[in-house]
């Protein structure tokens, strides 16, 4: 069963290729740029153990310049997780690349795909289409980004919908709430946090600290993600992905003093412009078609996250 993974040597990219690889019946050819917020080593070093897989294959090459017909022939399933991720870089002039990258290049790919007898395409996208709201979010609620990054993400939805109502091809959104553990994006808050207290340095929190997030670990996102290749009733469905347990970022950084056993020294510096308030997924949708349980609290994650990052 041939399966092509768009941003395969990304954070979530390249757990999702392991997971996956399980299946002795699964090749997969993994497509990634480098691009994007995360360094070219880190890349290199998320996919290290998948290149000496017999079952895989990395191709290096920007979806905007790839030979998309000899590179899909035979595919069954199509993951897209390629894209630039993150709110606060989304503004002022790198908006263009989130508009090439988030837009552009998944109309490339859906329209490449219009030719080839696919059974799944999986758009990853984002809490971060709904902008502000309050009490758990269901798929229901309308989306009304808070930055450039959710409206791009947003773009790449309705891409996938004209395009599945119009050439059939069989869309899944599935909607990620803020993912944690090892290979988290060097950008992301608990990576930043980890990497500071480690150091002794000093951490930067946007706000007060009493924003709350829906934080999912990474194994429950990628077992949420994978099983998609074999539920039914899911083909232009949205779906959310969100995690065990909610969380302050203040409490985030208390159970990390715990486990470091030290105090974070804390620099507050104005609220990011873009980034809600509070997060929480109604995943009830999530547990009904995909049978998707999370399993990882934030102390275990935050754990193996911690022990990660020492090692690397
Ligand atoms: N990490 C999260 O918490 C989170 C939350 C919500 C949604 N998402 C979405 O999930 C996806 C993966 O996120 P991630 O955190 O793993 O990010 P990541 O930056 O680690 O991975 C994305 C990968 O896509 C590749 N890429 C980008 N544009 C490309 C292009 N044009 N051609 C080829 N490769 C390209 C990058 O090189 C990168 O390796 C993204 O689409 C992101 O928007 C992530």
Redesign the pocket.
Known sequence: MKIVI????????SNLCQKLLENPTVEIIG????????SKNV?YA?VQALLDHPRFTLIE????D?NWEPLLKGSEYIY??????GVRASWGADFHQYV???IT?TQRLLEACKSIPLKKFIF?????VYGEKSGQISEKSIPKPLSP?GIT?LTGEHLCHVYRESFNIPTVIL??????GPK??SD?AFYRFIKSMIKDKAITIYGDGTQTRDF?YIDDCVIATASVRDAKNVIGETINIGGKQRSSLLNVISILEELLGKKAKKAFINEAIGEPKHTWADISKAEKLLNYQPLTDLKTGLKNEIDYIKKH
Do not use: C, E
């Open positions: 768009t941003g395969a040597a990304g954070f979530i990219g497509l990634d740029a480098f691009v994007g917020p995360t890349k998320n090459s920007n979806m905007l790839v897209h997780l390629a894209g630039i991720p090439l990258y988030n290049a990853a996208s984002t809490s971060s990054y993400k909607r990620y709430f803020t993912v944690f988290q994006r992301m999912t």
